[in-house]
């Protein structure tokens, strides 16, 4: 189905404003490098999304604007129907302009300041700012150590478990029973959820998203789905998420804050035409994007594997950011992005951005001719370091 779209060719980005190509030197301290950074991808959205946008553009009139009608929200619940064969309840929808957005309002409604709040490590860093900047305790635990989870749930402090399903950075895609367990746990121990399933739409061949709408079980206790069509169909810049809430009446407060202490009414109209082309009628281009970035993690795998072999490195289970453990090798974090930025030219994120020293995320989200440049690149200066302590 690939074959249908046009991913090869270069879309020129800088000029745009946009932070992975204009904003580099903001993280990196050099203007002009290569980028591989923010999870946004260099892609066109999709065909019938930029239509649909152009004939709202064509009305001429961009007065405010609600999400609650039943346009958006039955293409929602389409989406889930036919991508995840789940029926959601409609009635249990929320908006707001980003996910991280609603996570901050959720953390503000459940928790109180120096309370504790689970994420699993390595940590997406919009969640450590999220939790931190709010003056909560972030509670780290290593992905698949449910000793460690317990310990944690546990907790007399501990109000919220904030999971990233799929998981941002390292791509793990977690099972039914995995999330059933965590279900459980956190209603034996009274923690919310918040479940963050942004890249829910980027789950390659093998493996099956489970919302968490499925596991929650009628059992009580808190919890929110969070996500948006923009990480999948590459439009977050039109802003714009949207949230499923179990309790009644967490979500009329979660209403409540968002319409008259917040200020933020009236949604950008942009971005639920956005949705509701996505969801009724983008599912092939998202099918022949996807297969594409898998090729392109493919290619990765393989020249890793001629080229650092001792990593035994293997695509992730989702999303199109390669986490690349780099501890086999033995290199200096803070020499190998010298040499990447100053030898190769190239911009590619630290494993310390997520708390993870040793690994990077390599973004492939873009044509296979600046996949190759990416790949050549780490392959490069990982032998320069390796070789010579200074890179040289």
Same mark, same amino acid.
């Given at each position: 189905m690939a074959e249908l779209y046009d991913f090869d060719t270069v879309i020129d980005r800088r000029g745009t404003w946009c932070v992975q190509w204009d904003g580099v030197a903001d993280r990196f301290g050099v203007d002009g490098l290569l980028p591989f950074t923010i999870?946004?991808?260099?892609?066109?959205?999709?065909?019938?999304?930029?239509?649909?946008?152009?004939?709202?553009?064509?009305?001429?009139?961009?007065?405010?604007?609600?999400?609650?009608?039943?346009?958006?929200?039955?293409?929602?619940?389409?989406?889930?129907?036919?991508?995840?064969?789940?029926?959601?309840?409609t009635g249990q929808l929320v908006y707001g302009p980003s996910v991280l957005n609603q996570l901050s309002q959720l953390l503000q409604m459940w928790t109180g300041e120096g309370d504790g709040v689970v994420v699993h490590t390595p940590t997406y860093d919009g969640f450590r700012k999220a939790i931190t900047g709010l003056g909560r305790e972030l509670r780290g635990v290593p992905v698949g150590d449910e000793e460690a989870l317990v310990r944690e749930l546990a907790r007399p402090d501990a109000k919220v478990l904030v999971l990233c399903s799929?998981?941002? *950075?390292?791509?793990?895609?977690?099972?039914?029973?995995?999330?059933?367990?965590? !279900?459980?746990? /956190? @209603? =034996?121990?009274? +923690?919310?959820?918040?479940?963050?399933?942004?890249?829910?739409?980027?789950?390659?061949?093998?493996?099956?998203?489970?919302?968490?709408?499925?596991?929650?079980?009628?059992?009580?206790?808190?919890?929110?789905?969070?996500?948006?069509?923009?990480?999948?169909?590459?439009?977050?810049?039109?802003?714009?998420?949207?949230?499923?809430?179990?309790?009644?009446?967490?979500?009329?407060?979660?209403?409540?804050?968002?319409?008259?202490?917040?200020?933020?009414?009236?949604?950008?109209?942009?971005?639920?035409?956005?949705?509701?082309?996505?969801?009724?009628?983008?599912? *092939?281009?998202?099918?022949?994007?996807?297969?594409?970035?898998?090729?392109?993690? !493919?290619?990765? /795998? @393989? =020249?890793?594997? +001629?080229?650092?072999?001792?990593?035994g490195w293997e695509p992730p289970q989702a999303g199109y950011l390669a986490w690349i453990d780099l501890r086999a090798a033995g290199v200096d974090d803070a020499e190998l992005q010298r040499v990447l930025v100053e030898r190769e030219r190239v911009a590619i994120m630290g494993g310390a951005v997520y708390g993870a020293p040793g690994f990077v995320r390599l973004n492939v989200g873009c044509p296979r001719a600046k996949v190759e440049r990416g790949v050549e690149a780490l392959i490069r200066a990982v032998g320069a370091v390796k070789s010579s302590p200074s890179g040289v």
């Amino acid at each position: 189905m690939a074959e249908l779209y046009d991913f090869d060719t270069v879309i020129d980005r800088r000029g745009t404003w946009c932070v992975q190509w204009d904003g580099v030197a903001d993280r990196f301290g050099v203007d002009g490098l290569l980028p591989f950074t923010i999870s946004d991808m260099d892609f066109a959205t999709a065909p019938e999304v930029l239509a649909a946008l152009r004939d709202r553009l064509d009305h001429g009139v961009f007065g405010y604007t609600t999400w609650q009608q039943d346009d958006f929200r039955s293409a929602v619940a389409h989406w889930y129907a036919t991508r995840y064969g789940t029926e959601i309840d409609t009635g249990q929808l929320v908006y707001g302009p980003s996910v991280l957005n609603q996570l901050s309002q959720l953390l503000q409604m459940w928790t109180g300041e120096g309370d504790g709040v689970v994420v699993h490590t390595p940590t997406y860093d919009g969640f450590r700012k999220a939790i931190t900047g709010l003056g909560r305790e972030l509670r780290g635990v290593p992905v698949g150590d449910e000793e460690a989870l317990v310990r944690e749930l546990a907790r007399p402090d501990a109000k919220v478990l904030v999971l990233c399903s799929p998981h941002n *950075p390292t791509g793990r895609v977690w099972t039914g029973a995995e999330l059933t367990r965590m !279900a459980e746990l /956190a @209603e =034996r121990y009274g +923690v919310a959820v918040v479940s963050d399933e942004i890249h829910a739409d980027f789950v390659h061949e093998g493996h099956v998203h489970v919302p968490w709408t499925r596991v929650a079980g009628a059992g009580g206790g808190r919890w929110a789905l969070i996500s948006s069509g923009s990480k999948a169909f590459n439009f977050p810049a039109l802003t714009g998420s949207y949230g499923l809430i179990g309790d009644p009446a967490d979500r009329a407060e979660f209403l409540r804050r968002m319409e008259t202490a917040e200020g933020l009414a009236s949604p950008a109209v942009l971005s639920l035409t956005a949705h509701i082309a996505a969801y009724r009628e983008g599912g *092939p281009w998202l099918d022949a994007v996807r297969a594409y970035v898998a090729g392109n993690l !493919a290619y990765v /795998a @393989e =020249r890793l594997s +001629v080229g650092l072999p001792e990593l035994g490195w293997e695509p992730p289970q989702a999303g199109y950011l390669a986490w690349i453990d780099l501890r086999a090798a033995g290199v200096d974090d803070a020499e190998l992005q010298r040499v990447l930025v100053e030898r190769e030219r190239v911009a590619i994120m630290g494993g310390a951005v997520y708390g993870a020293p040793g690994f990077v995320r390599l973004n492939v989200g873009c044509p296979r001719a600046k996949v190759e440049r990416g790949v050549e690149a780490l392959i490069r200066a990982v032998g320069a370091v390796k070789s010579s302590p200074s890179g040289v």
